[in-house]
């Protein structure tokens, strides 16, 4: 099926530019995700072409790069420091504008140094690391020297990917004939709503040569949606249905077995 | 199967949430308490954030609550008048309640002083209910019946703005009542519980209140104080979790119902002692999570969606 699609690509990029040798061709099998009562996750499945020729087949020169940005989202990233033995919440640094979720992915381990030439995506200059801190606005509260703050940005990291919110990887992007490739981006249940940005590039000699972006929404819908923005829009009547509900169901129950009993 | 919650923005397994319903409303029938003690911490265990574990057990109380009062009231056992001055001052108390939970959410201490207010009130509860069991349990293999006192004489009862209530026999200040259903109210309100185990203890030796009318008139004053604390975080906290309400509201009434019927069937001590040592697990799983250094000392939070 992917198969049909992306040869039936071919045809059209082929027939629309045949002096193009190299393109990068791809699809995606959504452009939604919907969140619904039976939401658990979702895999995003992307896939493509590393050339219009079917015929050519990649080489080790040749990588492609699949980067994933959330909506953006505020963060309040708080520190447990002990007291007395207990293990309590003491310091909390504030991130504006980060990515609520980020994926990137490439064929083959790409470094530091081609990320930051080429500003792809939130990769830190210097190290590991995946945010460009000097574009976050932060607010420091009390944590003012500088190892601390380091310790506060590896914690982001950390937390957000134990959440599966964050991931970096090389092995994810399968490659098929030689030619094509596919992914699949596994989206967890925690993802915030909004609209998602997916960025692919196709590296040849570690220069970009071609990019291409396209946008996808994370949405609530159908009761999972009709609830959610009941409570925003009209919250004391939604806590009076769900109480009435409540008394219903506590009410019923107890004539039910009542009955029950006497019999 | 798993159910998307549209509040607290999980999905969790629907049977688990069955099961926790059926297992916390059991209790509760057995033992007739409203079960909010242990619903909201076994809700944080399985991963429902903090906020909407307390609000979404306020409201699950409020059924629990309707299905325990129908029998009292029916056996004409509820003080209507003393329930209604313990409520006003529940009210106030559960404005402030809620205004010093969405603080602290603010502060991001919510975790830790739910965390503390739980460990002290089911340490509290578990210690209590074990001693006073086994006691029970001594005295009945050595054949002893204790005697109790019908009355209690004392502060409250010299107080101005005395009122008669007749179903009580009691002509006392409306003073204690109020504020006892004040402090009731904030707690109700910070934790989710209908704070059965502290009022009935309270209505007896603060009040003097007959101990037929208590459960009662306790019960009926739950359902309006967590049908309060129920609004109040709707409107002000937004972490009323309707769809996580359902689920929970249906097992436990169930689960209740079960639950009164194995309790004909046992001996109070024996149950009591029982559940002494389940609240004192949880308590002790709550203390482990305050004092063991955990393997992340981050946590987390989003405070807004930038759009």
Redesign the interface.
């Known amino acids: 099926m992917i198969k049909q699609l992306i040869i039936l690509f071919y045809i059209l990029i082929g027939t629309l530019t045949p002096s193009i040798s190299i393109a990068l061709v791809i699809g995606s099998d959504q452009e939604e995700i919907y969140?619904?009562?039976?939401?658990?996750?979702e895999e995003l499945l992307v896939f493509g072409a590393f050339y219009s020729d079917p015929s050519q087949s990649r080489d080790s020169k040749s990588d492609i790069l699949i980067e994933v940005v959330g909506?953006?989202?505020?963060?309040?990233?708080?520190?447990?420091?002990?007291y007395f033995?207990?293990?309590?919440?003491s310091k909390?640094v504030?991130f504006?504008?980060v990515p609520?979720f980020y994926y990137l992915s490439s064929t083959s381990e790409l470094t530091n140094e081609f990320l930051a030439n080429n500003q792809i995506g939130l990769l830190e200059k210097k190290k590991s690391e995946m945010i460009d801190w000097s574009s976050l606005t932060t607010d420091w509260g009390g944590v003012v020297n500088e190892k601390e703050k380091e310790e506060?940005y590896s914690?982001?990291i950390?937390?957000?990917q134990?959440?599966s919110l964050y991931k970096q990887v090389s092995d994810e992007i399968e490659i098929i004939d030689g030619n094509l490739f596919r992914s699949y981006i596994d989206i967890p249940?925690?993802v915030?709503?909004?609209e998602y940005n997916v960025n692919l590039h196709l590296i040849i000699d570690n220069e970009v040569s071609q990019e291409y972006s396209y946008n996808f929404m994370v949405t609530?819908v159908g009761i999972?949606e009709a609830?959610?923005s009941f409570?925003?829009n009209y919250?004391?009547l939604?806590?009076?249905?769900?109480?009435i509900?409540?008394?219903i169901?506590?009410?019923s129950?107890?004539e039910?077995?009542k009955r029950?009993?006497k019999v | 199967m798993s159910i998307y919650l549209p509040i607290a923005e999980l999905s969790v397994n629907i049977f688990l949430l069955l099961s926790l319903g059926g297992v916390v409303g059991f209790l509760s029938g057995m033992f007739g308490l409203g079960g909010g003690f242990l619903m909201t911490p076994l809700l944080i265990f399985i991963g429902i954030p903090t906020n909407v574990a307390v609000a979404t057990s306020a409201n699950q109380i409020v059924a629990s609550s309707i299905s325990g009062t129908l029998g009292h009231w029916r056996q004409g056992l509820v003080d209507f008048k003393m329930g209604g001055v313990l409520l006003i001052g529940a009210f106030f108390g559960s404005i402030l309640g809620v205004w010093i939970f969405s603080k602290l959410v603010a502060i991001g201490q919510i975790d830790t002083v739910i965390s503390i207010l739980y460990f002290t009130l089911l340490t509290g509860i578990g210690l209590s209910m074990l001693i006073e069991s086994s006691k029970v349990i001594r005295d009945r293999i050595r054949r002893k019946s204790v005697k109790r006192k019908i009355h209690y004489h004392n502060w409250a009862h010299r107080l101005p703005f005395k009122v008669r209530f007749y179903k009580s026999k009691l002509y006392i200040s409306i003073i204690p009542p109020i504020i006892i259903g004040f402090v009731i109210g904030i707690l109700s309100a910070t934790m989710g519980i209908g704070g059965a185990f502290i009022l009935i203890p309270a209505m007896i030796y603060f009040l003097g209140m007959p101990t037929s009318k208590v459960i009662g008139t306790s019960l009926f004053q739950i359902i309006f104080i967590t049908a309060i604390v129920t609004i109040l975080h709707a409107t002000t906290t937004f972490a009323l979790d309707a769809v996580l309400a359902f689920f929970l509201v249906l097992s436990s009434v169930i689960g209740a119902q079960v639950g009164v019927l194995a309790a004909n069937k046992l001996r109070g001590e024996e149950i009591r002692a029982l559940l002494a040592i389940i609240v004192l697990g949880v308590a002790t799983k709550i203390a482990l999570d305050l004092l063991v250094e955990p393997n992340e000392i981050f946590n987390l939070s989003v405070i807004r969606l930038v759009f």
Request: proline share 4%; charged share 25%.
């Open positions: 969140i619904d009562a039976n939401f658990s996750g909506p953006l989202e505020d963060v309040a990233l708080r520190k447990k420091d002990s033995g207990f293990w309590l919440n909390s504030t504006r504008d609520g506060f914690a982001l950390r937390t957000k134990n959440d249940n925690t915030p709503v909004g609530r999972e609830i959610y409570s925003k919250p004391f939604y806590g009076l249905i769900s109480l509900i409540a008394i169901i506590g009410w129950g107890a039910i077995f029950f009993r």
